[in-house]
């Protein structure tokens, strides 16, 4: 295993959740697996002494004590238990699991909830719900392979949308360069700026630039994701960054021939420019961030070259 993919589980803080010093729930053996459908699957057995047959355990599959998703099991009179579930919400590829079982008295019922009410032994009321984490049961899902390429498709969607996003903002920077200092450029009629042309031009870049913002976004909602948000929001910040690089050239490119830009010139529609910084992000400024992202991801690649 890659330290990629390095993982740990987190304890809950005692605020999120309480933990009886008695061990309600044992987990004896935590398999993952994958049914014949490709679905994963997860088969825990353990025992619960202390259980009244019948009482009703949530068994929480949970990422940094987040609980993902929450499938149930019945104790019976044996005292053990042998269950498998089918994973959906919690299924990303080497991402670090682990486990929590609940016991809620507002799942309780007949018997089973009488018998918990009278044992405040086993079930003190201040300590509800009763709650056993089972770090040493913590997993991920995949072979040795899989978490490989879920590494390799994960830093291909960065580095992709970095160099897309850097090709653009050269695009942009270069052709405002050569109709700035050179005269030259489609948009260039008789020496002077036919804006129209040059809104035309532009609009190709901003179009990619909208949708690699998009994409962006889009991907704060994926599963896949949500190890690495803060190099989401880097990579946010760099395409804020750009697109604002971007209106700057132009307005700099409507000023050189004393072109006043329209509203929509300074702010193009459904584009994101807003940026953390004050002053037009430089390029060692975008550069940072994909150090930044470099070190989260726990990858290698060519800085950005800084920009003018």
Same mark, same amino acid.
């Given at each position: 295993?890659?330290?990629?993919?390095?993982?740990?589980?987190?304890? $809950?803080?005692?605020?999120?959740?309480?933990?009886?010093?008695?061990?309600?729930?044992?987990?004896?053996?935590?398999?993952?697996?994958?049914?014949?459908?490709?679905?994963?699957?997860?088969?825990?057995?353990?025992?619960?002494?202390?259980?009244?047959?019948?009482?009703?355990?949530?068994?929480?599959?949970?990422?940094?004590?987040?609980?993902?998703?929450?499938?149930?099991?019945?104790?019976?009179?044996?005292?053990?238990?042998?269950?498998?579930?089918?994973?959906?919400?919690?299924?990303?590829?080497?991402?670090?699991?682990?486990?929590?079982?609940?016991?809620?008295?507002?799942?309780?019922?007949?018997?089973?909830?009488?018998?918990?009410?009278?044992?405040?032994?086993?079930? $003190?009321?201040?300590?509800?719900?009763?709650?056993?984490?089972?770090?040493?049961?913590?997993?991920?899902?995949?072979?040795?392979?899989?978490?490989?390429?879920?590494?390799?498709?994960?830093?291909?969607?960065?580095?992709?949308?970095?160099?897309?996003?850097?090709?653009?903002?050269? @695009?942009?920077?270069?052709?405002?360069?050569?109709?700035?200092?050179?005269?030259?450029?489609?948009?260039?009629?008789?020496?002077?700026?036919?804006?129209?042309?040059?809104?035309? @031009?532009?609009?190709?870049?901003? &179009?990619?630039?909208?949708?690699?913002?998009?994409?962006?976004? &889009?991907?704060?909602?994926?599963?896949?994701?949500?190890?690495?948000?803060?190099?989401?929001?880097?990579?946010?910040?760099?395409?804020?960054?750009?697109?604002?690089?971007?209106?700057?050239?132009?307005?700099?490119?409507?000023?050189?021939?004393?072109?006043? $830009?329209? @509203?929509?010139?300074?702010?193009?529609?459904?584009?994101?420019?807003?940026?953390?910084?004050?002053?037009?992000?430089?390029?060692?400024?975008?550069?940072?961030?994909?150090?930044?992202?470099?070190?989260?991801?726990?990858?290698? &690649?060519?800085?950005?070259?800084?920009?003018?």
């Amino acid at each position: 295993m890659t330290a990629f993919f390095a993982w740990c589980v987190f304890a $809950p803080s005692l605020a999120a959740q309480q933990e009886s010093s008695i061990r309600l729930v044992t987990i004896t053996s935590a398999r993952p697996s994958k049914g014949v459908d490709g679905s994963w699957l997860l088969r825990v057995a353990g025992e619960c002494p202390l259980l009244p047959a019948g009482t009703v355990v949530d068994l929480e599959v949970t990422w940094h004590s987040a609980a993902l998703e929450t499938f149930q099991f019945t104790s019976g009179a044996n005292e053990r238990f042998d269950e498998e579930f089918k994973l959906a919400k919690s299924v990303v590829v080497g991402e670090p699991l682990g486990l929590r079982t609940v016991v809620r008295l507002e799942n309780q019922k007949g018997a089973a909830k009488e018998a918990i009410l009278k044992d405040a032994t086993n079930f $003190p009321a201040a300590r509800g719900p009763w709650t056993d984490h089972h770090f040493q049961h913590a997993f991920q899902l995949g072979t040795e392979e899989e978490i490989a390429l879920a590494q390799k498709q994960l830093v291909e969607f960065f580095q992709s949308r970095y160099l897309l996003l850097l090709e653009i903002d050269d @695009a942009v920077a270069s052709k405002a360069k050569a109709a700035i200092d050179e005269r030259k450029g489609d948009f260039i009629r008789d020496g002077k700026l036919d804006a129209a042309a040059w809104r035309v @031009a532009l609009e190709k870049d901003l &179009a990619r630039l909208r949708g690699a913002q998009k994409e962006i976004a &889009a991907a704060f909602e994926k599963a896949t994701f949500r190890s690495h948000r803060q190099a989401l929001m880097n990579l946010q910040e760099i395409s804020s960054g750009v697109a604002r690089r971007v209106v700057e050239k132009s307005k700099e490119l409507f000023a050189a021939y004393g072109v006043e $830009p329209a @509203a929509e010139d300074r702010e193009p529609a459904d584009l994101d420019i807003a940026t953390r910084v004050r002053a037009v992000p430089k390029g060692s400024y975008l550069n940072s961030k994909w150090k930044e992202i470099e070190e989260d991801l726990g990858i290698a &690649a060519k800085p950005r070259e800084e920009s003018k």
